[in-house]
């Protein structure tokens, strides 16, 4: 009775922000519905759109998706905190409103989880593509927690929109709504040492990356560091947090030197690694559904 009871309850919930989607949001919402892990709900959580990103989220007709909004701009981890509140899941995913989830992404996730029970949050590997859906490479999860945590100041390598864990941790590790731009990396910093991270080495989600914003990534590098020299100087470790607050700042410095003499493009292909032929061809597979 009581394994008919489990598989009877909602198993994932899947916490979706949206900022002016309206491009993008109705293939990212039907590559939930292709999955073939079928027991879910979908929270598309609106963060102030100024666009038609609610009309195509409620023009969906499925009782496992709830659209939810308050008019008001408050950021991702805004957002994600509020989705982790009101989530029914045993477990929650993370997606974006512009990326695509591969047919078989909650079922692999789930299944891992389910047999790796000291597990806290999984990770997967991703595609990277722009928008006109070409392919600018792949970027491969590390699979054990010493690979992700092997550099905390640096950051680590586990995408944010792969994320799928158990809803009772995100509760216990809550997104910081005053870490917007480096929420995620925040949240494993403050996390890793009492968690347990891994990733699958499969491509399950493919990554929308067209440009890179510099501000954006200003902003992200400094909430990081300022984070790091916290979190390590707490810990007594001030030279790692002196070291962690220079390598961003030499990172930073990269980015803009890049971003600022045209070279956008040549750095989103740097950071991605290679990609080959059975890579594509499940891509335009994923894509055609």
Not at 34 to 52: F, I, K
Not at 97 to 119: M, S, T
Not at 170 to 192: C, I, M, N, P, W
Request: aromatic share 12%; glycine share 6%.
């Amino acid at each position: 009775m009581a394994d008919f009871k489990k598989a009877l309850s909602l198993r994932i919930s899947i916490g979706m922000p949206v900022f002016n989607c309206e491009n993008t949001l109705a293939i990212a919402i039907r590559s939930i519905l292709n999955q073939s892990y079928t027991n879910w709900e979908l929270l598309v959580m609106d963060d102030g759109s100024a666009d038609r990103s609610l009309e195509v989220a409620r023009n969906f007709v499925d009782p496992r998706i709830s659209v939810f909004t308050d008019g008001a701009r408050r950021g991702i981890a805004y957002r994600l905190r509020e989705a982790v509140e009101i989530s029914r899941g045993e477990y929650f995913a993370r997606m974006d409103g512009d990326d695509i989830a591969y047919p078989q992404r909650l079922e692999r996730q789930i299944g891992y989880l389910e047999q790796h029970l000291k597990v806290d949050l999984l990770g997967c590997s991703m595609l990277i593509f722009k928008t006109d859906g070409s392919v600018l490479g792949t970027r491969r999860a590390p699979e054990s927690h010493e690979t992700i945590c092997r550099h905390p100041w640096a950051g680590f390598y586990i995408g944010h929109p792969t994320w799928m864990g158990r809803t009772e941790w995100f509760r216990v590790h809550e997104y910081d709504a005053k870490t917007a731009g480096a929420e995620d990396q925040v949240l494993l910093l403050r996390s890793f040492s009492t968690s347990r991270f891994a990733g699958l080495p499969d491509i399950l989600c493919g990554y929308r990356e067209d440009r890179l914003v510099l501000r954006k990534i200003l902003r992200s590098r400094y909430v990081f560091s300022i984070a790091v020299f916290r979190e390590f100087f707490k810990r007594g470790h001030y030279f790692i947090a002196i070291r962690g607050v220079l390598e961003q700042c030499f990172k930073a410095l990269t980015d803009t030197f890049a971003i600022t003499t045209g070279l956008n493009y040549l750095i989103l292909r740097h950071r991605a690694a290679p990609f080959d032929q059975v890579d594509l061809q499940r891509w335009e597979e994923v894509r055609a559904r």
